[in-house]
């Protein structure tokens, strides 16, 4: 009872949780071990949107075949049950640096959901779900300089690791008191544009949607995060990696597929990012990735086994100080009080990079465009 009085206490005022070690967190590779991944169903799409300290988003990235990277997202986060706030996101990055990347992310207001919670409506805001379960429709005129209407559609199935996603956070795990789950659809369709005042943006091609419920403060779930979206040809591929803080043992968990038009190749949780060169950043203090690596292993369906690789440089095209519209000296409080100081690097390389895949004796090779995120949030070691 104690350790939960002091998880709510962390919860509302952002307090340095204690040191619970890696027997308070169950990776959903656990539940991978006996079932690597479920197909999405319907069901697996509904907001949660619940009564407690939590993060649920909605992520759709775009690859134009303009050669643009976008992306377009609903945040609904609550504070200890006391206070919901719901942001509306969007950004176009100017891959040919012609321009400065156009960020926009405004509060919404008069939010619900579908009566089945599968789509989510605001004031001059949905993103809805289609009655056949295969398409999203992101519309938003909440800022001017960024009128959003967009449509993906998903060409192959989607899934969660393990029966149903989640990694359950807590000292008695019949009764967690946190949570984090993912959900993929890795290869879709997109169709429609992004209007901004320079006129529209263009964003027929492909994309991939995230779905993530952080059932808990953000910065207690994951301390740091790597993030990769492929997409070529005739394959995708994703992978989602966070490492928790020493309060939960600074355990890292992965989740990730590849794919191709129609099926799913292989998912599941046996797969990692691994930030090969590095560079101490000055600004940031942390060691940025210049060169990076990231691996999947697996099996078939029909039982032969699945090797996968992406690797190379990383190119920066952001560096987003996650507190940038906090005043100075209220950052320098939180980062003291909380051991935290976010920033999220996006990259993209200009060429395109490479896919290696091994299935059983069969080699394929295949190139496509590759976006990917490393997000630092707090150290993964304890201080003494």
Not at 16 to 30: F, K
Not at 157 to 180: E, I
Not at 199 to 225: I, T
Request: proline fraction near 5%; hydrophobic fraction near 35%.
């Amino acid at each position: 009872m104690f350790n939960w009085a002091k998880q709510t206490l962390a919860n509302v005022v952002g307090t340095e949780e204690p040191i619970y070690g890696p027997s308070a967190i169950r990776s959903v590779a656990e539940d991978a071990k006996t079932t690597p991944y479920t197909e999405l169903t319907r069901d697996g799409l509904k907001w949660t949107a619940l009564d407690q300290t939590s993060v649920e988003t909605q992520v759709f990235y775009f690859m134009a075949d303009s050669g643009h990277i976008g992306l377009a997202q609903v945040i609904y986060s609550n504070v200890a049950g006391i206070r919901t706030t719901v942001q509306f996101n969007s950004k176009i990055f100017y891959t040919d640096k012609s321009k400065p990347h156009l960020w926009c992310s405004n509060p919404l207001t008069d939010y619900d959901f579908s009566d089945d919670k599968t789509s989510f409506y605001a004031k001059d805001c949905a993103v809805e779900l289609s009655e056949d379960g295969t398409s999203y429709t992101i519309k938003s005129m909440n800022d001017e300089r960024s009128i959003v209407n967009l449509k993906v559609t998903r060409t192959t199935p989607g899934f969660v690791a393990g029966k149903d996603g989640r990694t359950l956070y807590g000292t008695d795990l019949n009764n967690p008191w946190g949570s984090m789950r993912h959900a993929f659809w890795p290869r879709c369709d997109a169709e429609g544009s992004i209007v901004t005042p320079e006129g529209p943006v263009d964003f027929k091609g492909k994309a991939l949607f995230v779905m993530c419920l952080q059932g808990m403060k953000p910065h207690h779930a994951a301390a740091q995060w790597n993030f990769l979206d492929f997409q070529g040809p005739n394959y995708s591929a994703v992978l989602m990696e966070y490492t928790t803080p020493p309060s939960y043992g600074s355990t890292k968990v992965a989740v990730g597929g590849i794919v191709k038009k129609g099926e799913i190749v292989t998912a599941g949780t046996t797969c990692q990012a691994v930030h090969t060169k590095t560079k101490q950043d000055a600004v940031t203090g942390w060691a940025e990735p210049l060169e990076t690596k990231f691996t999947w292993s697996g099996a078939s369906k029909d039982g032969k086994t699945i090797e996968a690789a992406i690797e190379g440089p990383t190119e920066k095209l952001d560096c987003v100080d996650v507190m940038a519209e906090v005043p100075g000296f209220v950052k320098t409080i939180v980062a003291n009080a909380a051991g935290t100081k976010p920033y999220i690097y996006q990259f993209a390389p200009q060429n395109t990079v490479t896919l290696k895949l091994k299935i059983g004796d069969e080699e394929i090779t295949e190139t496509g465009r590759l976006f990917s995120e490393a997000t630092f949030i707090s150290t993964i070691e304890e201080t003494s």
